[in-house]
């Protein structure tokens, strides 16, 4: 293969997280620019040679395009995410060096100046481990979806608590039942005995929802929390975030 | 070593846009022209260009040429200028107060 189609490869390999008609535009670029070099009368391996490390280059172009919008704070700049399949690399070696010679130039440029031109070696590149960030797009769609969810389980979530509430009330009221009968008997200084029945069974039932509030209030406090922290999960991204 | 780097990055910019703001070049050209005073990887200035292009600093035009593949032409516009400008004043204010610096030391 000739020198000219193996940088060509490599850097359109390379520059495969660009979206491809800015990809393309670059691609042309140096298409032109090995073919003005031809003509000029140099070799291929010069004009590749002068051109520099094409993984150099795509990095120089990652960076620039997201350029001096974004800088963080650490002085690098964002990567850009044109699809999930790929992570894109970043040579966090230059991303410090730009932080702390930034001055004038915080981070906008990368080490693509660093080829082999002028005599260093490549920085290492190793992929950032932080989680990835997400597109406002995405963000935004995200948040809509969970916005209509919501809208429903909110309402199924507040009406199954009230049905607990209620069951519970049920059940104190029924293991109070006694106390009413005596305070009646107090009052009224009369005692019918199917009073006392009554109250008996009330009891017997309240204590038997008052055990069914118990499971059913565990069963839905867990129900709500999962749904919850579901919810943080799928607006910070992609149920990968770690939680728990 | 690190520190020259930087100071070739910082550069490139500048010198792009004082070649393109008299009169208006080709990638190649300007490529060429650069790395006829500087040594730096002439692969960075399309990226470079590109986002000139896109913050307004220049546009760009085709142009057919008799032999070889058209020519992307540069050429800076108002906005360009006025940083292009604004860079220059920067990069004196910096040189001289390097040398300043540099010559206080060798005095003392």
Partial sequence: MKTKDQFLVRLESELAPLPPEEREELMEDYRSHFMFGLQNGKTEEEIAGELGDPREIAQEALHQRSGSSTVNAGGATDPVFWYYGQEPRIDSAAAQGGGKGGGAYPGTYSSAYSGANFGTSPGSRHPEPEARRRSAAVWVCAAAGLFFLNIVMIPVLLALWSAVIGIAAGGVGGVLSPVALLLDY?????????????????AGCGILLLILTKLSAGALYKLSANYAGWNIRAMRGRGRAKHD | MDINIQF??????????????????????????????????????????????????CMTYLQESSEGPPRKYYRITPEGEAHTGWLIEEWEKFISGVNRLIQKGIQS
């Fill in chain 1, 186 to 202: 107090w009052n009224t200084g009369t005692y019918f005995p199917a009073k006392g029945f009554a109250s008996m069974s009330l």
């Fill in chain 2, 8 to 57: 070739k990055k910082g550069a490139l910019e500048l010198c792009a846009l004082a070649l393109i703001r008299q009169q208006d070049r080709y990638g190649y050209e300007l490529a060429q022209l650069v790395s006829e005073h500087i040594e730096v990887a002439e692969g960075a200035l399309y990226p470079l260009l590109r986002r000139l292009v896109k913050e307004g600093y």
